[in-house]
């Protein structure tokens, strides 16, 4: 496995594109296995998580192809819809497979979801959500089985609005027999594509984006092709690089509205930032001012998953910023490798107190999940010196072309394969 090296203190400029969202393609993966039909995904990056799920699909009996950045996905045959543990432990989206094989099949077996430690990660809601609208499901051994009971649809309440159990629902509840309400739904704008893709599909659904979604079922579903959003989180990332490298970037391909809340921040700190269409611009200030409490919120809320860019953004602000991680139990993993780098935080349970200070210095430092270690780069681009990063596996999950983008706006990074100096490469395979 590589490494990355960093000679940090640079400031980014330029202009860089943002690939197509992980958190969208992903589940409308799941979404094409519930037609006998062929569907062409666009804007699709190359990431480990997404040839997990091409892996996933191509064991249940579909045909995958990829050509640039769209990938073709023929589910006319499916033979098994018995997901293999191995891929059911590489990433947790790999449950939202659960109610679209289900609905398709009339069962599902799987394993639980692997996917970033951020805590424990239950599937409860999931479970529950697809037995209210008469799917059976049994659980053991860590083992989930589903079959589709007398799967009249009906009304759902989340006790938490779960974005894959949002998903799960609306992808299963497609194909019932009736209609169903689903009431304090996940409301991130990759549930809106999700109903954009599956209504292309031919499904009936409405209410996408708000807390109460609505599914009518139809009784079959065909192929659809469809471009998905840009990456709100990706491109959080960029920005907070931008913001704590003193740059001046652009980033186009992008929705500003899917991150006002991010945008919001970035100018509490003091950078510039400006939208024009599809573009977002940034001004870092001299200094970045500290933000006295962040929390994080389901949408439009504050997304967690920019909770580390924005903490690493913020070990170099003028004063004590705090930020309450109130999504996972477990997620600032990243703070103690900061802190090696000189960053000045205290976390305890939920809440990290970062104590601003006035450079990073480089060091050796281990990702240890896909955000954090996405803030550990960000923040070698910042610091004074030479930052290695190590458990890049994990960054490859999310991020299709870092490097390059980085390379781009002038940063000075790059894999070290063992010993030896590669530029960012992409192979063509899925
Ligand atoms: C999705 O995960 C995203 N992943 C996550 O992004 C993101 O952090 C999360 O939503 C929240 O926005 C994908 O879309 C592939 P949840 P998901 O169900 O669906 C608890 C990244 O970095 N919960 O909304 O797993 C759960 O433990 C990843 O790209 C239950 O208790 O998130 C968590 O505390 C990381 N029971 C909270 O809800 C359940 O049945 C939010 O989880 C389901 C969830």
Redesign the pocket.
Known sequence: MYTIEITGGRPLCGSTRVQGA??SV?PILAATVLCEGTSVIRGCPYLEDVACALEILECAGCKCRREGDAVTVDASVIRKSRIPDALMHKM??SITFLGAMTARCGKAEMSFPGG?E?????????IKALREIGIRVTEKGGCVRAETGDFAGGRVHLD?P????TENLMMAATLSRGETVLTNA?K?P?ICDLQSFLNKMGARISGAGTDEIRIEGVSRLHGAEHRVIPDR?VAATYLCAGAMTGGQIELRETEPEHIGAVLSVLRDTGAQVETHGDRIRLKAPSRLNAIKLLRTMPYPGF???AQALVTAMLTLGEGTSMVEET??ENRFKHCGELCRMGADITTRGRIAVIRGVTHLTGARVEAME??GGAALVIAGLAAEGVTEVRGTAHIDR?YDTFLEDMQALGASIMKREAGACICQKRDEGI
């Open positions: 992980k958190n992903l947790r989206s970033c951020l805590g424990p990660r239950p599937i409860d809601l999931h938490f779960s974005v894959g159990a996940a991130e990759e989180i997304p967690t998953d999504i996972f896909l955000r999310g």
